[in-house]
């Protein structure tokens, strides 16, 4: 390349596309020779995050039985059918109670504390009966994963529509691994996650740069995950990206 830094504008809109994307278009043939570096220097994403998606399992519950002196699961892990989204505490609260009513399960909200308490249809059953939470529920509700509780219990943290997660973190496939924790990993940028809307929008004039671990592009792929490192569940329908790079070759 002659050029000794470019801009490069990179968006999807087409409806059902997936968060992670990649991108592939004729200007994307880039030889890079000497040492490179890109940094994201503006993001925009028009995305609602699905809390639940469909196939992730929510409880277990377990019955006491006496023959044995044990507990035991009473049925298969219950797995949501279809994608679910909140938009309020109340509505997740009330979505729940909604989905698990089959289970004789119903929370209730302590709005001093936005703790939730655990409840049963049947008080006879209550004591015979235990429930336990898998990862992305017990974050939603303030419970703690995988541990069994008894009916009444109340949440150990306040209930959290998105489950502990504050950022998004953005990958690239274009980029040397760098140290992020404890661990190393292609991380282009960090952006906080705009909870009271469905659409984020940062720039930024002095961007994270990275190397660049590639001498040939012909595609770039974006990752987005949540703190977990977990791909993000997003409704396709209404999904927008566009992200500007910004590349500059390093000083001789």
Same mark, same amino acid.
């Given at each position: 390349?002659?050029?000794?830094?470019?801009?490069?504008?990179?968006?999807?809109? !087409?409806?059902?596309?997936?968060? /992670? !994307?990649?991108?592939?278009? $004729?200007?994307?043939?880039?030889?890079?020779? /000497?040492?490179?570096?890109?940094?994201?220097?503006?993001?925009?994403?028009?995305?609602?995050?699905?809390?639940?998606?469909?196939?992730?399992?929510?409880?277990?519950?377990?019955?006491?039985?006496?023959?044995?002196?044990?507990?035991?699961?009473?049925a298969?892990?219950?797995?949501?059918?279809?994608?679910?989204?909140?938009?309020?505490?109340?509505?997740?609260?009330?979505?729940?109670?909604?989905?698990?009513k089959?289970?004789?399960i119903?929370?209730?909200?302590?709005?001093?504390?936005?703790?939730?308490?655990?409840k049963?249809?049947?008080?006879?059953?209550?004591?015979?009966?235990?429930?336990?939470?898998y990862?992305k529920?017990?974050?939603?509700?303030?419970?703690?994963?995988?541990?069994?509780?008894?009916?009444?219990?109340v949440? /150990?943290? =306040?209930?959290?529509?998105?489950?502990?997660?504050?950022?998004?973190?953005?990958?690239?496939?274009?980029?040397?691994?760098?140290?992020?924790?404890?661990v190393?990993? =292609?991380?282009?940028q960090?952006? =906080?996650?705009?909870? !009271?809307?469905?659409?984020?929008?940062?720039?930024?004039?002095? =961007?994270?740069?990275v190397?660049?671990?590639?001498?040939?592009?012909?595609?770039?792929?974006?990752?987005?995950?949540?703190?977990? $490192?977990?791909?993000?569940?997003?409704?396709?329908?209404?999904?927008?990206?566009?992200?500007?790079?910004?590349?500059?070759? !390093?000083?001789?």
């Amino acid at each position: 390349m002659s050029v000794e830094s470019f801009y490069l504008n990179l968006s999807k809109t !087409q409806g059902k596309m997936d968060f /992670d !994307q990649i991108y592939q278009d $004729a200007v994307l043939n880039i030889e890079f020779d /000497d040492t490179w570096y890109v940094g994201l220097t503006e993001i925009f994403i028009n995305a609602k995050i699905v809390q639940l998606p469909r196939g992730t399992p929510l409880i277990r519950k377990y019955f006491y039985l006496d023959v044995e002196k044990k507990w035991l699961p009473l049925a298969k892990p219950y797995v949501t059918k279809h994608d679910i989204s909140f938009n309020s505490l109340q509505q997740l609260v009330e979505g729940m109670n909604d989905v698990l009513k089959h289970f004789e399960i119903r929370f209730m909200l302590f709005n001093n504390t936005n703790k939730i308490q655990i409840k049963h249809f049947d008080n006879t059953k209550k004591k015979q009966e235990k429930i336990c939470f898998y990862n992305k529920l017990s974050g939603l509700l303030g419970f703690l994963p995988n541990k069994r509780y008894n009916f009444d219990d109340v949440g /150990d943290f =306040p209930i959290d529509l998105y489950g502990g997660m504050r950022n998004v973190y953005i990958y690239s496939s274009i980029i040397k691994n760098r140290r992020v924790s404890d661990v190393f990993s =292609p991380l282009l940028q960090v952006i =906080p996650l705009n909870q !009271q809307s469905n659409i984020s929008h940062f720039s930024y004039k002095n =961007p994270q740069y990275v190397i660049v671990d590639k001498k040939l592009i012909t595609d770039i792929k974006i990752y987005f995950r949540d703190h977990t $490192a977990e791909e993000i569940s997003v409704n396709k329908e209404s999904l927008y990206i566009y992200l500007v790079l910004h590349f500059f070759k !390093q000083s001789k």
